[in-house]
């Protein structure tokens, strides 16, 4: 069965860095996606992993691990702002379009 | 920057009622989806189209749901019959890519319908 994994909620400091994880368990594999979702707003786009590696941009982060079926989004430089959820996704082998949602990490950001 | 934009914002209806809810995605973006966010709860996928079809949909996506580009800008969906179950906020979302290794899926805000 299809299986996203992901901390309900995290607290952090304005400044310092943190670590959201997500494993997934899927019929197989064809990308993932982390997306950041404010209260009452739609997802916006953060980053995209295909192969293993990390991807970088900006303050914001991304890991995959195809063989451990394990992501993880860092974000650096904590600001106010990134208070909200951050949701990861999955597209499974086989399927074009479909995406496979993360119930999300509320990320709690403290002065 | 070009944006998904999505009317209305909050609809309310009785149950059994027909809505339409309707989108106008990025204009040269070719592959449009729906999705719904019942209330504490994760994203879920309803429906993709590309070419003037369906792509792919999710069990959700029944009989009681129907899609449509009736012109070469606004993309809706329909839901026959309501049920209370249906309330939730509906995102439209569209992409410049769809079958290639990476795309960027747009939302809009989203439509909140509750029904009663």
């Known amino acids: 069965g299809q299986n996203i994994d992901q901390p309900t909620e995290m607290t952090a400091t304005e400044g310092a860095i943190v670590q959201i994880n997500c494993t997934y368990q899927?019929?197989?594999?064809?990308?993932l996606f982390w997306y950041q979702q404010h209260a009452g707003e739609a997802p916006t786009f953060l980053s995209y992993?295909?192969l293993d590696g990390l991807e970088e941009k900006g303050r914001f982060s991304s890991f995959l691990s195809r063989s451990k079926g394990y992501s993880y989004l860092l974000l650096k430089e904590l600001q106010m702002k990134d208070s909200a959820s951050y949701l990861c996704a999955v597209r499974e082998s086989g399927s074009n379009y479909q995406l496979i949602w993360g119930a999300g990490t509320k990320l709690i950001i403290k002065p | 920057e070009p944006e998904v934009t999505q009317t209305p914002s909050h609809q309310v209806t009785q149950m059994g009622q027909e809505v339409i809810l309707r989108c106008v995605p990025i204009?040269?973006?070719?592959?449009f989806y729906w999705y719904r966010q019942i209330l504490g709860q994760k994203v879920e996928f309803l429906v993709s189209?590309?070419?003037?079809?369906?792509?792919?949909k999710s069990e959700i996506f029944d009989d009681q749901f129907s899609v449509e580009r009736p012109d070469g800008s606004n993309f809706t969906l329909k839901i026959r019959s309501t049920k209370l179950e249906d309330s939730a906020m509906y995102f439209c979302?569209?992409?410049?890519?769809?079958?290639?290794?990476?795309?960027?899926?747009?939302f809009g805000p989203g439509t909140r319908l509750t029904v009663t």
């Open positions: 899927t019929s197989g594999f064809n990308g």
């Open positions: 992993n295909v």
């Open positions: 204009s040269n973006h070719l592959y």
């Open positions: 189209f590309y070419n003037n079809e369906i792509s792919e």
């Open positions: 979302a569209s992409s410049l890519d769809g079958t290639g290794a990476s795309y960027e899926q747009y």
